[in-house]
């Protein structure tokens, strides 16, 4: 059923149904003569070539990008690993280069930087608060990978060339929603950093109290 719903779906398709009901409108209204409904097929194939161009072909397999689901599920680190890994593999390989230059780099940097986060918060002595902690799990698991997965889905000259309701394009869009997450991981790492400064402070303070110098 979803490859057929893909069929379906796809732009170059509704372009064919379009040049088909257009055709059959002409029929009704009398301007194509003695040509037979048979015609409406040759429609339909005509607007699908037209759309196939623009578009590209409807296809009944899964998009690439559609295999970024991943859930939350058993250990932290292991979930956001798979979902990182995923968004690297996929950014890499680029089918059909969707994805600019500049971008796959800020999306590859966005990997690595929360990779350091994991690394950072599994040594630090401090906690994230829970909504905190929630946010740094589903950058990885769920908001990067549905992020890139709803940009992909748009076709390429829409994307690049059309403004959205916001006034940018999906491409510049996309990469405000990476700046906002850049942000984000940044000040959960600083909120770490904080609090095992403090600790470390802390620390010091108790060692001079007990083995500081004492005034005579």
């Not at 009398?30 to 072909?57: D, H, P, S």
């Not at 991981?185 to 620390?203: C, P, T």
């Amino acid at each position: 059923m979803s490859a057929l719903f893909r069929w379906l779906n796809a732009p170059a398709n509704w372009c064919g149904l379009l040049a088909a009901t257009g055709v059959l409108v002409l029929k009704a209204l009398g301007l194509l003569g003695g040509l037979g409904l048979g015609v409406a097929a040759l429609g339909y194939a005509g607007g699908l070539v037209v759309g196939a161009m623009w578009w590209g072909w409807p296809s009944t397999k899964e998009a690439e990008w559609q295999a970024l689901e991943f859930k939350d599920e058993g250990d932290a680190r292991e979930a956001m690993g798979r979902a990182l890994s995923g968004v690297r593999r996929l950014t890499e390989h680029n089918p059909g280069q969707r994805i600019p230059g500049p971008l796959a780099t800020r999306i590859q940097q966005l990997c690595a930087k929360l990779e350091s986060l994991l690394d950072q918060w599994e040594r630090s002595q401090g906690q994230l608060p829970l909504q905190e902690s929630f946010h740094a799990r589903h950058i990885a698991i769920s908001y990067l990978p549905d992020a890139l997965n709803t940009y992909l889905s748009i076709p390429p000259q829409f994307a690049t060339r059309k403004l959205l309701s916001n006034g940018k394009t999906a491409e510049a869009t996309f990469e405000g929603v990476l700046a906002e997450l850049e942000a984000k991981v940044e000040q959960l790492g600083d909120d770490l950093a904080a609090q095992d400064a403090q600790a470390f402070l802390r620390h010091s303070e108790f060692l001079q109290q007990k083995f500081g110098a004492k005034t005579p």
